[in-house]
């Protein structure tokens, strides 16, 4: 079973590395989604909505909401920041019934990476 969770958030950012109009300063309101896979307790749940917001927002959302992207990940496209995310994430979202299974990042309403770690990246 998968159970996911969305955040929101705005940060600045340069592709230092690319050619062309990104290379210079300019923002982007994200779309993030978290996806754990696992089974549920016998309380019903995997895991607990608030809980794992607590932990997303600890450990990405409020590093990145209105920061510069550079600061943190020098090259800062949206497949490089996943990979960030995912390990910001994966130990923290890994329990005796639920593990990290996806991270999806929009960087425009209709443009997104989408990351399942290094096993199944190529």
């Not at 510069?68 to 496209?77: F, T």
């Not at 490089?80 to 979202?93: C, T």
Request: overall charge negative; hydrophobic content about 35%.
């Amino acid at each position: 079973m998968l159970l996911s969770k969305e955040f929101k958030f705005d940060s600045a950012h340069n592709l230092v590395e690319y050619h062309g109009k990104c290379e210079k300063l300019h923002g982007h309101t994200y779309r993030l989604r978290v996806t754990i896979e696992g089974k549920p307790e016998k309380d019903g749940m995997i895991l607990d909505y608030g809980i794992l917001k607590k932990i997303v927002t600890d450990k990405v959302v409020s590093k990145v909401d209105h920061h510069y992207l550079n600061d943190i990940v020098p090259q800062s496209s949206t497949e490089n920041l996943v990979v960030w995310m995912w390990s910001e994430l994966a130990e923290p979202l890994s329990g005796d019934n639920y593990s990290l299974f996806e991270i999806k990042l929009w960087e425009t309403e209709t443009s997104f990476v989408t990351y399942r770690g290094d096993d199944n990246a190529e």
